[in-house]
């Protein structure tokens, strides 16, 4: 069965720092992972999605990237600012099957 | 484009009673899936439909919950009776037609069992 793992489980960075959030996963027979958002109390929302054949996707100050045979995606944030702060859930899809991790709850500070 | 709708957002019910909610998919979207969400975990499948036919309910516990999507568009999902360990956010999230694609989420419902 997949297993999603997202290291670590909390950051806390000062604004206008790049920082990185991981995300590892067991079997590589994947179709694509998918990066999401999550504000507290709200539904997840979609920021960017990678297929299986793809390295990289990139949209405005994120990029994702992707390394199949070593269960790994990263997510890169560029300047982070005090509206980043979020929880981070990466999700592969194996299957018919999601798989999610914990997530990352970010907090960036002013 | 609208997205996933779903309703009610907020619902406090005691135990043993009964709760629905409600999910309207983005539209031409053949795949939804319910996802329950307890505070600091990631979503946990609950049951996955293709247009009206389930694909993938084996984590539904089927004493008390029960899924539909009857005319392959809108879906209920419903908790008959709840327990205090119900208490979570059910979320609604649907997909393309060929089911590899972007998924997108609804707000969810966050459910209260007292």
């Known amino acids: ?110 | 484009e609208a997205g996933v709708a779903q309703s009610p957002r907020y619902k406090i019910i005691e135990k043993r009673q009964s709760v629905a909610f409600w999910c309207n998919p983005i539209s031409g979207h053949a795949t939804l899936y319910w996802y329950q969400q307890i505070l600091g975990q990631g979503p946990k499948l609950l049951i996955q439909f293709q247009n009206n036919g389930v694909v993938d309910d084996s984590q539904l516990p089927k004493d008390r919950f029960s899924a539909e999507r009857l005319k392959g568009v809108d879906s209920t999902l419903k908790i008959q009776p709840a327990k205090l360990e119900d208490s979570a956010v059910y979320l609604c999230a649907s997909q393309d037609r060929d089911g590899t694609g972007e998924l997108f989420f609804g707000e969810g419902s966050r459910l209260t069992v007292l």
Do not use: H, M
């Open chain 1, 1 to 110: 069965k997949q297993e999603v793992t997202q290291i670590p489980a909390a950051l806390s960075v000062p604004e206008g720092e790049n920082l990185v959030l991981n995300c590892s996963f067991t079997d590589s027979a994947i179709y694509n992972l998918q990066w999401f958002r999550q504000d507290p109390g709200k539904g997840l929302t979609s920021l960017l999605l990678i297929q299986s054949s793809q390295r990289e996707q990139t949209s405005g100050r994120l990029n994702a990237s992707l390394d199949k045979s070593s269960g790994r995606s990263t997510l890169y944030i560029a300047a982070s600012q005090p509206g980043d702060s979020a929880t981070y859930l990466c999700a592969v899809r194996g299957g018919n099957q999601f798989y999610f991790g914990t997530g990352t709850s970010l907090t960036v500070i002013p």
